[in-house]
């Protein structure tokens, strides 16, 4: 048996063994996404050199090996999306380009006490002084609203946990949208754990959680609709739970291979970094002189003048 139909029959066998599972759309998307791949990548975290340790300051992308190959796709010109006509087509770009996303993992409760448990990509850090995160929860296309923003702005609390490799599984079905009744909790089989200064639970599972208090909830309309189209949450962090097995030394410091973050590609896609690339940061204060001198006789060498003209892209509008 070659290598892609042991693998076929492997990802089929394993929804097969369950027969619920098997009768699921779930189940049949699962052998689909499970098709023709090799199985998932568990080496542990190694550090690289950057992708190239040969540039100089001021030299331009195609003077480098890997700068050359990715210029060359120049050649098949640009594509234009005008955001204003064609929403679902900027919403596909958006979702697929850009990436990689970090996932908030919201816990909340509604006013009634009701748990809710969902993912949400369009989440970031915001600032640390004082420390600020915020999630977008989105409607698109006609979709109701998850209730995680609903339940923040009520009770003005949540936490966000950060999801890791061992139960991406568990965290992505927490999408799944069921009824306010139906708990994910219990449909996901991750354990609440009680929170320090909020009622939302955290997240057992979890090896970074953050206890949030509303800060900010900003209503979302559409300027040519006028239509409610998303909330975005912004959240001051009352507390980080941070496991001790995840930190350099037991300093207030993550181990970027112990965390083992996934994030939010394009379609279904996940991402794991696991080889990155370290850079060191500059600085003009002690550099810059030296800097200055060495891009100057690098553009007098190539004839380059002081400005350069904007260059025209060619690119082709589909709206």
Known sequence: MTSTAASNSSSQTIVDSDPALASTVYGKD????????????????????????EWKFGMR???????????EGEKQGWERVDAGEDFKKVYQLMLSGIQPR??????SVSEDGVENLAPFSFFNAVTPYPPLISYAANRVGGARFKDSAENVKATKEFTVNIISVPWAEQANFASVDPPADISEWELTGLTKL???????????????????????????????TQEHTGTVIYGLIKCIHV???????????????????????????????SEPFRLPRSNWAKDGEVVKSVVENYRKERGLGEKEELHKDGEKSTI
């Open 30 to 53: 699962l052998v689909q996404c499970l098709e023709n791949l090799p199985p998932f990548n568990n080496t542990p975290l190694a550090f690289t050199q950057p992708p190239n340790p």
């Open 61 to 71: 992308v195609d003077e480098t090996e890997e700068g050359k190959k990715w210029v």
């Open 194 to 224: 009680e929170s320090t200064y909020v009622k939302a639970p955290r997240v057992k599972e979890s090896a970074f959680s953050m206890e949030c208090e509303l800060f900010q909830a900003l209503e979302i309309i559409h300027p040519k």
């Open 243 to 273: 496991r001790k097995d995840v930190l350099v030394d037991n300093q207030a410091l993550v181990q970027s291979g112990k965390l083992r973050t996934i994030a939010r590609m394009g379609d279904i896609a996940y991402g794991y970094v």
């Open 102 to 107: 970090p996932i908030a993992f919201v816990s």
